[in-house]
C-alpha cells in the first residue's frame, strides 16, 4: 500500500487479508493473553524491522483503484479491519468478502474460477481502456 501510495505508475491494488494498522492488529490477535503478550509481540516485530510506516490506513486514500478480499472467517485479519481500511480508500474501490473464508483462503474457498473472474474483471475495468489499451 504504502509504495502505490506514491508511485503513480500503479494503477490498481488487490488487496487480500490485508490489515491498516500492523501494531492494532497486533495488539486485537494477542490481546487475549494479557498486556504483555501483545507489547512483546510489537516488540519482536519492530526489532525483527518489520513496522510498516506510514501506516496503511493513513495513505490507501492515495492509492487510485482498490479491490479489497476479505474473509467472513478471517482470524488473522478480521473483517471489521479490512472494513476501516476499505473505508480510509478512495473513491474507486470495490470489497469482496468470501464467506467462509480464513485468512489466506480466499481461492479454496470461493474456488478459483470465481476468484480469477474478480480479479480479472477488476484489472480489466482498472487497466485497460475503452479501445482495449493498456492505461498510460
Do not use: M
Not at 506514491?6 to 487480500?16: E, P, Q
Not at 524491522?49 to 467472513?72: C, N, Q, S, Y
Not at 480464513?102 to 485497460?128: C, I, K, M, N
Amino acid at each position: 500500500v504504502q509504495v502505490a501510495a506514491d508511485d503513480t505508475r500503479i494503477k490498481g491494488l488487490v488487496l487480500a487479508g490485508a490489515f491498516g494498522d500492523f501494531d492494532e492488529n497486533l495488539r486485537e490477535q494477542y490481546s487475549h493473553w494479557s498486556i504483555l503478550s501483545e507489547w512483546s509481540a510489537i516488540a519482536a516485530a519492530r526489532l525483527e524491522g518489520f513496522h510498516p510506516k506510514p501506516r496503511p490506513v493513513d495513505v490507501i486514500t492515495h492509492v487510485e483503484h482498490t479491490l479489497f478480499i476479505a474473509g467472513t472467517a478471517d482470524g488473522t485479519v478480521p473483517i471489521k479491519d479490512t472494513l476501516r481500511l476499505y473505508a480510509a480508500a478512495g473513491r474507486h474501490k470495490e470489497l469482496w468478502v468470501v464467506s467462509g473464508a480464513r485468512h489466506g483462503s480466499y481461492v479454496s474457498v470461493a474456488g478459483r474460477t470465481e476468484f480469477e473472474r474478480r480479479v480479472t474483471s477488476f484489472f480489466d475495468q482498472t487497466l485497460v481502456v475503452a479501445d482495449g489499451s493498456l492505461h498510460p
